[in-house]
């Protein structure tokens, strides 16, 4: 098992108090120790040659510079970001209820970047795919033969809110690493307090469609640990039309919710936060016949968990690589083919992670099965052939339903059970401890050590 993996698995388990002999027997029962990368280096090579431009290093932007550095033979690669630090996005949850430590989900950018590969440290403002350059704010314009876009995605203000006022009456967002640290102070405030407590998605797509529930679930089963559930009342706002659209979980999903006792509101769409007096403004949308109705209405709440909209980063629309360059269209993506993931219109351009159009959830999960698809469509493209790998839409969400229990969701395109986590043994349909230990103790370090060096 790779060095850093080991290492971290062990200095958890010493953490949480479990036995770490224990563990693996049972990750190894359920198939999972199969997942870990392992130092295979070379399974792929090319020697096609082309200078190399990839926009963002987050969990896409890396783990491509990483794979695109191994199997080519003569690489020659820039990767622009102007972060200090690579964050464990996923890990957010666990930082806004109390399993992780905030220092926990991060390391330096500059020990992340792949080895070879030139890190500038600046932000792109401007694309011009027909000139193949790219411009960014301290460093000038770049040039390229072959462009990565991984600038994930922008998360912008909801009416009464911006990030700074994060956390202002009791208002919080686990989709900011700030966020998340006062998320976990404000719930268990909430808890001993008691109150309404208004958890919301949103109408865009956005990261982990998974995250707003999983901290609602875990926000009650707070309340139950402390033995003060009954003071609490709980509501769910969706924008969607259902909870959950992937057939195979959402009946136990629902069926939660119902044993809970928390109300799903759907068709619910947030309007604005008036954190002065605790208030939602919600619009509800139903359709009658052709036509759509927005009947606004306001809730009240003591603690509000609400999901921010998201859209592709501004700059990505007004180079002209989106459906659409209307900055007032929210449902703005940079377009790729969904299966190849090259970009529609400039082929020497590849794009995958958040920022993409591929009708699919927005996680790491996904990403981990994109890479090396997308890496060895972009060397055929060097090398002046058909890009012919395809992705079938896999996505992952691991649905944290209690301290202890995961729903560990995963499927493709059609919306189908797609199985990589050999939890052979177990009824995936339903929460499983395995998949929490999956979640808790493997997941992360999976992230760190294997997908961002280009090996899982
Ligand atoms: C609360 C939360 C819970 C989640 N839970 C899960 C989960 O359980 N499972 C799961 O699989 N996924 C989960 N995710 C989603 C997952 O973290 C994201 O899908 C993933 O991180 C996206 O990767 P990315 O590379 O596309 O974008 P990011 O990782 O966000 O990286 C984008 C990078 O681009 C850089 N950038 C931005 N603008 C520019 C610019 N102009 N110029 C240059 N660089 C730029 C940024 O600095 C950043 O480094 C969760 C996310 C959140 C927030």
């Given at each position: 098992m790779i060095n850093g993996i080991d290492s971290q698995m062990t200095s958890s388990f010493a953490k949480m108090g479990i036995d770490r002999r224990h563990f693996l027997k049972a990750m190894a029962a359920a198939g999972v120790l199969t997942l870990l990368p392992s130092n295979?280096?070379?399974?792929f090579s090319s020697k096609a040659k082309g200078k190399i431009v990839v926009v963002g290093g987050g969990a896409a932007g890396i783990s491509m510079a990483a794979r695109l550095q191994r199997w080519l033979d003569e690489p020659d690669i820039t990767l622009i970001d102007p972060s200090d630090r690579q964050f464990y996005q996923p890990g957010f949850t666990l930082i806004a209820s109390g399993v992780y430590t905030p220092d926990e989900v991060w390391k330096e950018q500059k020990n992340c970047i792949p080895k070879g590969v030139k890190w500038v440290k600046d932000s792109v403002k401007a694309i011009d795919p027909v000139m193949n350059q790219v411009s960014t704010n301290k460093n000038g314009s770049l040039s390229y033969d072959f462009l990565v876009l991984t600038p994930g995605l922008q998360i912008n203000?909801?009416?009464?809110?911006?990030?700074?006022?994060l956390g202002e009456g009791n208002a919080h967002t686990i989709y900011d690493f700030e966020g998340a640290q006062k998320t976990w102070k404000a719930m268990q405030e909430f808890v001993r307090k008691g109150g309404r407590g208004i958890f919301t998605d949103t109408f865009t797509k956005h990261k982990c469609g998974g995250a707003p529930k999983k901290i609602c679930l875990l926000t009650e089963h707070q309340a139950r640990k402390q033995k003060k559930r009954e003071n609490l009342q709980l509501d769910f706002f969706t924008a969607s039309k259902q909870l959950y659209d992937v057939p195979l979980y959402t009946p136990r999903l629902l069926e939660i919710y119902k044993e809970r006792n928390i109300p799903i509101n759907l068709l619910t769409r947030v309007k604005g936060i008036d954190t002065l007096s605790k208030t939602v403004h919600f619009e509800k949308i139903e359709t009658v016949g052709e036509e759509k109705r927005y009947t606004p209405f306001t809730e009240s709440y003591?603690?509000?968990?609400f999901t921010p909209p998201m859209?592709?980063?501004?700059?990505?629309?007004?180079?002209?690589?989106?459906n659409t360059d209307d900055m007032s269209e929210p449902q703005a993506w940079i377009t790729v083919d969904k299966h190849t993931m090259v970009h529609t219109k400039y082929s020497n351009i590849?794009?995958?992670?958040?920022?993409?159009n591929m009708p699919t959830s927005k996680t790491s999960a996904a990403i981990r099965k994109q890479v090396p698809l997308a890496a060895k469509n972009l060397i055929s493209l060097m090398e002046g052939k058909e890009p012919v790998e395809k992705y079938n839409g896999y996505a992952a969400c691991p649905i944290v339903t209690d301290y202890g229990h995961v729903l560990l969701c995963e499927f493709d395109y059609d919306k189908k059970q797609d199985?990589?986590?050999p939890f052979s043994l177990l009824d995936v349909s339903k929460e499983q401890w395995a998949a929490w230990l999956l979640k808790v103790y493997i997941l992360k370090p999976l992230y760190f050590y294997g997908m961002l060096n280009g090996r899982a």
């Open positions: 295979d280096a070379k399974a203000n909801i009416e009464g809110i911006t990030r700074e006022t003591d603690f509000l968990h859209t592709a980063p501004d700059f990505t629309r007004e180079s002209s690589l989106c590849v794009s995958l992670g958040d920022c993409a199985s990589t986590f």
